[in-house]
């Protein structure tokens, strides 16, 4: 398309002209000043870039460079018009209309005379016959021409959206009304005078060029009130400045605004389209009724679908129409240019061309460049914040992203571009949208801008610029991780390949974030070095960030456990949250608020947009099991698992008000009536209770279901209640007598999911309405009729939970395979599912004002939007718990494995007095198995740490060197036992199979292993004082032993249960056994004798033995209720350990000895002294926040702080 040439293919014209009229092409040198020219540079910028001196470029290379280029064109070219006199030259279209030449051959002879009374017949200027659509604007605009007589019509649009052929087709529709039809075309960039004298030359009037502009002007105007003519003119953005803003045209230019407004304010007969991709600013002024502004859009689906220019082979669906219109502008240069001629490659398949160009988007990118090439800096940088942000934003949005007020006039020159959207045009609602043609390109220059920075520039691009926003919806901002975030890690990961690279790298860059002088401006670089931490999933334990804004930064991990943030800002920071199991949702009718409810207890109050904490309402520990809303907002109902209900007045900050405390069963369901004067609950066996909430008196307690109550739904008038339960029944009741009105029930098969009162087609009238599940589809029954209404139409499985909106438009369904379906329930078709890959979803609410759906499933509630069902906002427990744990000495710490492929270390620290993570390693997954720990030992010396895993695999991690052994080390199956010797130089392992094998670490040799010697797993492992014997026991009950060459000694057997604990004497002559028998037995090694078999009492469960510090024997028991040490030896009781309610699921040792480490299913972990029985400490290594110090922290609610406590952390 015209206008659209890039400078490649305009050098390649130049350069063959030039070859006409000399020996040589064009010049290196030459190259440089016209792509210069090109993008109209200065002669100084030009210089500058080019490493030349600006008087050698502007006195001697250009003025010989334009004299060649004027005798190879055959027009005058200058700096300024080199573009349009290149393009106009590839064109063939060179034009004289200041005067008509009429050449008559006569007898032989040529005679030439000049007409000014006879102008020659007008014509189009090129054919509009296939042109199609835009039908509604023609029809408009030709009336605004002809019956209103309109004087100036500015139409404007995006390169390649079809201006001229619009143009050309309204004058071809409308031109029958004027005596004269003329076309101009101004690339050449005609001068204001110039132009006026072209204009009254056509319309056959004398004048003189050197006339006043203003002269002319009048006599113009004056010919088109007699005269009634259209008048195109063309290409007029040619004569706009670069790099300012749009419609500001060049000095020498300025006056064509005293043209336009003249044409538009003085009276005359005639019409003037003025075509351009940038209107003049004073068209803004002028506009009216005899001025308008016309921006002429890209074509819709089935205006592409009528273009003239398809083959007849064409294979396309309605899906791909809607793609040009939407992802390529609907602009007929691209559809033209680009898609048309790659059809026959895709079989003349428009959804697979579509689908090729979508993976490869570089082909539009000279297109948008040439677009973009007119932008000013102040319009670049908002284009990169709608380019981070991936969603509309208000002038107020871009100025605190930006840390200046953007001036309105950069607002609307993208807009008037056509580069940005306006849904508004007053504030707070103006806001801009990016079109998804620019999204690809904008990204592409944006991180290669920074990818060719140097250091600094790099540094200076990080403070300045977010790449994840804390205030983003979860789609945009896991835009931003898997785009921005990948990219800008992956460029500093190839200058820090390894993690002390990393390291080092994010603590040094951070520290200079601290010193950096303090600026009015926005500092994202602490934020997105937090964010590539972690990306990287790098700790930062000895970082200090006090003082740092940390904008953006995602701290949503237990990653950042033991970190320091004290004194930060934490205003715009992700932070945590703490979500429990089968929480309960429910959505404030009045204002932009989530309550959550779960089974720990808590009553957790959210912000909608934002994400954060607002209140937290906690009294009592029981699961929640209802909640709800009152009408006015005001009031948060809630009913937990002991039989109470409370009521919340949020707008207080007082405590709980106790409503009710006599219920035998939980709620299963909480509602208000319409005029907030009744409240109703169902409970688990069927019950309906109606308080009426003045008086707190019960009205009715009415026996409704022989199961629980799963949905209850109030009439719009507040006098009738549908409920429906577990016994396949809903029932409609009058509240005034408590008496049922209709009855649903169900067949067996038959499973009901909620309640409602939809709008009727009956004036002023509602539709009880019941939905289910029935033969494994989804059925909307009325109730009256018992009739099925609405079947949707493909099947459902078994589902979890239902959902209506407010106004029975969508249904929500969770089935048993953790997916969500929505459904459309007057076309019957699913909208959209979403998948939670991680648990059932048991909780579905709608929002009662739009169309936005909330889920919630253990430890996870989400916002969607409906229908696309993409994700607004996570509220997640960021929970990794303890899998495996063991103790580690020489310092004391501990080692625990956890969900995310990591081994931690914990150490006691004396400063902070508490429990601090040390080290953070992520396990090898070898070929990206996902593979997980079943064991973890650690040595004493030197300092190994060895993982077991359910692969067969085992890793080494070297602590002195701090690297995971590059050794292979594996067994048939899962790993079960693994054990160093005291000199910690070798490692016995078991597997699932009953196999054992033993390796020398210092050697790093395989020494031996004994395939299934026992016929079930091993259970654990231990070697004999000297390293010299090797001890394995088994879940086959017996013990096995075994020297350093592999040679089988004694088998044992006695015990009932499996063997899973052995310990040997420290002069080696004794094993001591613990069994799940509840024994533990004590055997001569030379011989295999039994010597001892002691049982504390039929219920203890054998944990670990152990030896004390004067070597005697230790057997760890517990009872569920007690820890106990006894010495084996005496059977005495040395020590008792006092526990909580909570079950144990690990006990064990240290590798000498002296420490015991248990971990409880609340996640609480102790240490206890063996020989003392005296606790040495206590932690909580799955929370989030485990030892981070928020002490003196900006940004922060009282309700936020209390949660981060709750999560680990702490003021010192």
């Not at 954060?612 to 909640?627: E, K, N």
């Not at 010396?941 to 085992?954: C, D, K, L, Q, R």
């Not at 701090?962 to 490692?987: C, V």
């Not at 010597?1091 to 070597?1111: G, P, R, V």
Request: contains cysteine; glycine residues 6%.
């Amino acid at each position: 398309m015209s206008g659209l040439m890039g400078f490649d293919e305009a050098f390649r014209a130049a350069d063959l002209a030039v070859r006409a009229v000399r020996s040589e092409g064009l010049r290196d040198i030459e190259r440089v000043v016209l792509e210069g020219s090109w993008k109209r540079h200065t002669y100084h910028k030009i210089a500058s870039k080019a490493g030349y001196t600006e008087g050698y470029l502007s006195r001697d290379v250009g003025p010989a460079l334009w004299d060649v280029l004027s005798k190879a064109l055959g027009v005058q070219v200058k700096k300024t018009n080199f573009r349009t006199a290149i393009e106009r030259w590839s064109e063939q279209t060179q034009l004289d209309h200041a005067e008509s030449l009429l050449t008559t051959v006569t007898n032989g002879s040529t005679a030439t005379t000049t007409l000014l009374t006879d102008p020659p017949a007008d014509v189009l200027p090129f054919d509009v016959t296939d042109f199609r659509g835009r039908e509604a604007a023609l029809s408009t605009l030709g009336h605004w021409v002809v019956e209103e007589r309109g004087r100036l019509l500015c139409v404007s649009g995006l390169p390649g959206v079809g201006k001229s052929w619009f143009a050309v087709k309204l004058a071809d529709h409308v031109r029958k009304e004027f005596q004269r039809f003329i076309y101009e075309d101004l690339r050449d960039r005609p001068s204001p005078s110039n132009l006026v004298h072209t204009l009254l030359s056509r319309l056959a009037v004398a004048s003189d060029p050197a006339d006043p502009l203003a002269d002319q002007l009048d006599r113009l105007v004056q010919t088109l009130a007699v005269r009634p003519s259209l008048i195109v003119l063309d290409r007029t953005e040619t004569l706009c400045c670069p790099q300012t803003l749009a419609g500001v045209y060049e000095p020498e230019f300025t006056d064509y605004q005293d043209i336009l407004r003249a044409l538009a304010s003085r009276e005359h007969q005639s019409c003037i389209i003025w075509v351009g991709r940038e209107l003049p600013r004073a068209t803004s002024a002028i506009a009216g009724s005899s001025c308008q502004r016309y921006w002429l859009e890209g074509l819709s689906p089935e205006e592409i679908a009528s273009l003239a220019v398809w083959p007849e082979l064409l294979d396309a669906t309605s899906t791909a129409w809607q793609r040009l219109s939407h992802d390529y502008g609907g602009l007929p240069s691209l559809i033209l240019s680009e898609i048309v001629p790659r059809l026959p490659s895709f079989g003349h398949r428009l959804d697979n061309c579509l689908t090729a160009l979508q993976q490869e988007k570089r082909w539009a990118y000279a297109y948008v460049e040439a677009w973009l090439a007119t932008l000013s800096e102040a319009e670049w940088q908002v284009l990169i914040w709608m380019l981070i942000s991936q969603r509309p934003l208000s002038a107020k949005q871009l100025s605190e992203y930006l840390g200046i007020a953007i001036p309105f006039t950069v607002l609307e020159s993208l807009c008037d571009r056509g580069i940005c959207r306006a849904f508004g045009r007053a504030e707070p609602t103006w806001e801009l949208a990016l079109p998804e043609l620019l999204r690809p390109y904008l990204c592409d220059r944006w991180l290669t801008t920074f990818f060719k920075a140097q250091e600094a520039e790099q540094m200076t691009w990080l403070s300045r610029y977010a790449l994840i926003q804390a205030n983003a919806p979860e789609m945009v901002r896991q835009w931003q991780r898997e785009t921005l975030l990948s990219a800008v890690a992956a460029h500093f990961e190839a200058q820090c390949p390894t993690a002390g690279d990393k390291q080092r790298f994010l603590s040094d860059t951070l520290q200079a974030s601290r010193v950096a002088p303090s600026s009015t401006m926005p500092d994202y670089r602490p934020g997105n070095l937090i964010n590539l931490a972690h990306y990287w999933q790098i700790p930062l334990l000895e970082v200090d960030l006090h003082g740092l804004t940390l904008q953006g930064a995602d701290l949503q991990s237990d990653l950042f456990q033991g970190l320091s943030v004290a004194g930060a800002d934490l205003t715009h920071t992700l932070l945590a949250k703490p979500m429990g199991q089968c929480p309960v949702v429910a959505l404030n009718p009045q204002r932009e608020e989530v309550a959550i409810g779960d089974q720990d207890g808590r009553l957790l109050l959210w912000d909608l947009q934002s994400g954060r904490l607002q209140r937290a309402m906690l009294s009592v520990s029981q699961a929640i099991r209802a909640i709800a809303f009152s009408p006015d907002g005001q009031v948060l109902a809630e009913g937990r698992q002991d039989g109470t209900i409370r009521f919340w007045d949020l707008s207080s900050d007082l405590g709980p008000e106790q409503f009710a405390d006599y219920l035998e069963e939980a709620l299963t369901t909480l509602a208000f009536s319409p005029d907030q004067s009744l409240l109703v609950g169902g409970d688990e066996v069927g019950h309906l209770y109606v308080w009426r909430i003045a008086s707190g008196e019960e009205v009715h307690c009415l026996a409704a279901h022989t199961g629980a109550v799963t949905a209850i739904a109030f009439s719009p008038c507040g006098k009738r209640l549908l409920s429906c339960g577990q016994d396949c029944a809903a029932l409609e009741w009058d509240l005034s007598t408590g008496t049922s009105l209709k009855r649903f029930q169900g067949r067996l098969t038959t499973r009901l999911g909620v309640v409602a009162y939809r709008p009727s087609l009956a004036a002023e009238l509602v539709q009880a309405i019941v939905v289910g599940r029935d033969e494994g589809q989804l059925i909307v029954w009325d109730m009256a009729s018992a009739r099925p209404q609405f079947i949707m139409n493909e099947p459902c499985e078994e589902f979890m939970t239902l959902a209506l909106s407010a106004d029975a438009r969508y249904l929500a369904a969770s089935d048993v395979s953790n997916t969500v379906s929505v459904w459309d329930i007057e076309s019957r078709s699913r909208l959209c599912q979403i998948t939670e890959p991680s648990a059932l979803v048991e909780s579905l609410v709608f929002n009662p004002n739009r169309a936005e759906l909330m889920t919630g499933c253990d430890y996870t509630v989400q916002r969607w939007k409906i229908p696309s069902g993409q994700c607004l906002r996570i509220w997640r427990s960021n929970r990794h718990p303890a899998r495996q744990l063991a103790l580690s000495t020489r310092p004391l710490q501990i080692l625990s494995s956890h969900d995310d492929h990591t081994l931690r270390s914990w150490q006691f620290s004396e400063t902070r007095q508490r429990w601090l993570p040390q080290a953070r390693l992520q396990i090898p997954t070898p070929n990206d198995h996902q593979d997980a720990v079943r064991v973890i030992a650690s040595s004493q010396s030197p300092a190994y740490w060895a993982v077991g895993m359910e692969s067969g695999h085992i890793h080494l991690w070297n602590r002195s060197d701090q690297t995971w052994l590059e050794w292979s080390i594996r067994l048939p199956k899962a790993i079960t036992a693994l054990a160093f010797s005291p000199a910690g130089d070798r490692l016995a392992a078991g597997d699932a199979t009953g196999t054992v094998a033993l390796w020398d670490l210092a050697q790093r040799i395989f020494h031996w292993q004994k395939t299934q010697v026992h016929a079930d797993q091993v259970m654990t492992l231990t070697f004999a004082p000297d390293g010299q014997q090797v001890y394995s026991g088994s879940r086959d009950r017996t013990i096995r032993t075994w020297d350093f060459q592999g040679i089988t000694g004694l088998t044992l057997a006695g015990h009932r249960r499996r063997v899973h604990t052995l310990k040997v004497s420290i002069d080696g002559r004794h094993l001591y056994s613990g069994s799940q028998d509840g024994t533990v037995r004590t055997w001569q090694i030379s011989n295999g004798t039994l010597l001892d078999n002691w049982q504390q009492h039929d219920t203890a469960y054998i944990l670990d033995i152990t030896l004390d510090e004067q070597n005697r024997p230790i057997a760890i028991i517990s009872d569920t209720q007690t820890l106990t040490l006894w010495d084996i030896e005496s059977h005495t009781c040395r020590a008792t350990c006092a526990l909580d309610e909570e079950t144990l699921w690990h006990v064990s040792t240290s590798p000498d000895g002296q420490s015991l480490i248990c971990a409880r299913q609340n996640g609480e972990i102790s240490l206890w002294s063996v020989t003392s029985g005296q606790q040495q400490g206590k932690l909580r290594l799955d929370r989030p926040y485990e030892g981070m110090q928020i002490g003196g922290c900006l940004g922060l609610t009282e309700p936020e702080r209390q949660m981060l406590y709750s999560l680990g952390a702490s003021d010192h």
